[in-house]
């Protein structure tokens, strides 16, 4: 794999959609390949804390330093969870978590 990128792209996309590699080689066409290892490069250029791409801040590849602003929002589900998680933190409990649970009863 180390040696062999093309071939450790395409394990990668084998196991993201849960096929063995022979699958990805015989049943799917070389255009499906290639649409899938480009969705799975772009995903892994992704930013995993703000979702954007490097080339789009990069004035030099098309993008802006403007490209985004920044805007606060809450999200409700996270204040009650960090508001619950804050105070079962002062408890000595380890391993514990918040996690929501739909309310069916509205």
């Not at 096929?19 to 969705?39: C, G, Q």
């Not at 930013?47 to 490209?67: H, I, L, V, Y």
Request: with cysteine; charged share 35%; net charge negative.
């Amino acid at each position: 794999m180390r040696w062999d990128r093309e071939f450790a792209t395409e394990m990668r996309v084998a196991k993201e959609y849960g096929i063995p590699h022979s699958v990805l080689l015989d049943r799917w066409d070389e255009e499906d390949r290639a649409k899938a290892i480009a969705f799975m490069i772009h995903e892994a250029q992704t930013c995993s804390r703000c979702g954007t791409q490097p080339w789009e801040w990069d004035e030099e590849e098309g993008g802006s330093k403007f490209a985004y602003y920044p805007r606060e929002r809450i999200c409700r589900g996270c204040e009650v969870k960090d508001y619950i998680q804050e105070d079962k933190s002062k408890s000595k409990k380890t391993g514990l978590y918040v996690e929501l649970v739909p309310n069916n009863a509205y």
